[in-house]
């Protein structure tokens, strides 16, 4: 089976190019790839085929919100083998593997995602490097509440980006004591408010237009990046301070990304990087 190997801020995924949806993708084949000791390793896969052959093959029981038939469409599954309605890292990951690749033509496109149509806008791409924005929609603030991190309850906003978050804002919290904070381990919350889990992002007051965070993904645990965690990370940012909108610079472990917030929807630009490309031995894993 052949594969690329990229990430986003150090988000890593393993791409399968499956444009005849031949791959029987369980859970467990997801979970081998994503082995960091007996796989290839990485935070989840992106499968890459077109909408209309995924709904063919019985992968996707509907067409999502805007996305047509011909759209490439991001597969997502988390490192745990778990489905994920969206993934803010790996849209820009696949938009830069897909202009790599030859199978887009322009700087624009659409690519197809379970919750939804995202438009993206690659800046500069070639086979290793890319630059690439992707317009997320509108973040839905749906409550406060609070998550267990570390021994510490922390209040937050629960926000859906297309999928779940709480994003956390500590009050005098500096960058080297998010540093030392345990987030690795399974930060404990709401499970009325989120049935379905949740991402947990740990962040930094805004100050000069910047935050740093970190984050519990949801089927993945500690990554170092979170697209959709960082777009969420910028709304509660933003509303700490009385604001609906604005840019913020956000610092992940594995680097930083801009997220820029505006009444129409939220934008997130950052760095792609494509890293290797290889056959996986199935019944090697
Ligand atoms: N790393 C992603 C988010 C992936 C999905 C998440 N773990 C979930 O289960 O919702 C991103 O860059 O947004």
Redesign the pocket.
């Known amino acids: 089976m052949d594969f690329l190997k990229g990430h986003?801020t150090e988000?890593d995924f393993v791409i399968l190019p499956d444009p005849a949806v031949d791959i029987d993708l369980t859970p467990g084949l997801v979970a081998a790839l994503c082995d960091r000791r007996a796989g290839i390793g990485a935070?989840?896969v992106l499968r890459a085929a077109r909408a209309g052959d995924l709904l063919d093959a019985g992968v996707l029981d509907a067409l999502p919100d805007g996305v047509r038939r011909e759209d490439w469409f991001m597969d997502?599954r988390?490192s745990d083998g778990?489905i994920?309605?969206?993934?803010?890292?790996?849209v820009r990951v696949f938009a830069h593997f897909l202009a790599a690749s030859g199978l887009v033509a322009g700087e624009t496109f659409v690519v197809g995602s379970r919750a939804g149509a995202k438009p993206v806008r690659v800046h500069h791409a070639d086979p290793e490097a890319a630059d690439v924005a992707v317009s997320m929609g509108v973040p839905r603030v749906f409550g406060t509440s609070s998550a267990g991190v570390d021994g510490r309850d922390l209040a937050g906003i629960a926000v859906d980006?297309g999928?779940?978050?709480i994003a956390c804002v500590v009050p005098g919290l500096t960058e080297e004591a998010l540093a030392a904070l345990d987030v690795a381990s399974a930060p404990t919350f709401d499970h009325g408010l989120f049935p379905h889990?949740?991402?947990v992002e740990v962040l930094t007051p805004l100050v000069d237009g910047a935050v740093h965070m970190r984050?519990h993904?949801?089927?993945?645990g500690e990554?170092r990046?979170?697209?959709?965690?960082?777009v969420a990370a910028a709304v509660a940012a933003l509303r700490s301070v009385g604001r609906e909108t604005g840019a913020v610079d956000v610092h992940v472990p594995g680097g930083v990304v801009t997220v820029t917030v505006e009444a129409d929807g939220a934008e997130l630009r950052g760095p792609s990087r494509i890293v290797a490309s290889g056959t996986a031995r199935l019944s090697a894993l």
């Open positions: 986003g988000n935070d989840g997502y988390n778990s994920a309605e969206m993934c803010g890292n790996g980006v999928n779940p978050h889990g949740t991402n984050v993904e949801r089927g993945s990554t990046s979170c697209g959709t965690g960082t």
